[in-house]
């Protein structure tokens, strides 16, 4: 058997990130809705996501309301405590890549101009990857 899905789309609000106390010492968790459009049609659905660890941490940092992501992880249902009767469902995710372009100091959107990569992103330094 296999739980796996992807999905790729825009953040519908900026990340919600906790502290957590578990069985090994407080951890971090950080929570997302990624809104994703249908193929056909102008149906939109919405996936609550959740990160632990370092993941977490980065996806605090780096992404804002409006921001596209991919995730990938495995869904899991669950029982919404305020209706018991309800069946709900959770993307725990095992990971995420970067989608939006890199934009300029000034916050202005437009992609910053790089002579090493097109697309305007620069390399970046393995021990500034927080996972």
Not at 13 to 19: A, G, L, M, S
Not at 39 to 57: E, P, Q
Not at 62 to 71: E, N
Request: one cysteine or more; hydrophobic letters at 30%; aromatic letters at 12%.
């Amino acid at each position: 058997m296999l739980n796996k899905i992807t999905i790729h789309g825009y953040l519908g609000r900026d990340p919600e990130k906790q502290t957590v106390q578990g069985q090994k010492g407080p951890y971090s968790k950080t929570t997302v809705s990624v809104a994703v459009s249908r193929d056909f049609g102008d149906d939109t659905d919405w996936f609550y996501c959740v990160f632990y660890g370092a993941k977490a941490d980065a996806v605090e940092k780096w992404f804002r309301k409006g921001s596209q992501i991919i995730v990938y992880g495995r869904m899991e249902s669950y029982k919404p405590k305020n209706d018991p009767n309800r069946t709900a469902w959770l993307l725990v995710a095992d990971g995420f890549d970067f989608c939006d372009k890199k934009t300029n100091s000034d916050g202005s959107g437009a992609a910053a101009s790089s002579s090493s990569d097109p697309e305007g992103f620069e390399p970046m330094d393995p021990d500034d990857v927080p996972f």
